[in-house]
C-alpha cells in the first residue's frame, strides 16, 4: 500500500476495548472484520468436539492480528478470541477494505499470495512436504482464495 492508502486504512479503522474475560470474537459467528491487537492479551479457543469442550490452543499479543479469513472471505469464525486482560484493539471492517480494493484492484491477488505463503509453511511443517509439494499447493491455496475473495467482494 502506498503511504497515503495506509493513512486513510488507518483513518476508518475502529478502535475497540474489552475487558478480561469478555469475547472478542466468537467461533460460528458469521462477522467480517480482522483485528489488530494494540494493547493487552487475548487467548484462542477452539472446540473439540469429541470432547464436547473448548480448549485453548494459544496467546496473542500486542502487535499481532487475527480474523482475516472471515475478513476476506466472509467464513464463519474459526475460534473464539476471549480477552486474558483488559484489551484495545483496532477493527478492519469488509466495508474499509472493500473501499481500498476499489482504489489497489491488484490488493486481493497480493493478500491472497502472502496468506497462502503463511498457512503453506505451517502445513510444510506438519506434513514435511517436498519443495515441490509445497509450491503447488501453495499455488492452489492462493488461487482457491483468491476466487474466494473475488466472490466474497463481488469483484473480478
Known sequence: LTKDQQSALCKKMHLRSYKEGEDVIVRGSQDSSMVFLLEGLVQ??????????EICVASMEAGQSFGEMSLLTGEPRSATIRAKTDVILYE??????EDLFRVAP??????????????????AV??????EEQQEQGKSFAKKLLSQIQLFFNIE
Open 44 to 53: 484462542v479457543f477452539i472446540w473439540i468436539e469429541n470432547k464436547d469442550k
Open 92 to 97: 478492519l471492517t469488509k466495508e474499509t477494505i
Open 106 to 123: 491488484d490488493l486481493p491477488e497480493q493478500i491472497s499470495a502472502i496468506i497462502a505463503e503463511y498457512k503453506l509453511r505451517d502445513i
Open 126 to 131: 506438519r506434513e514435511e512436504l517436498s519443495q
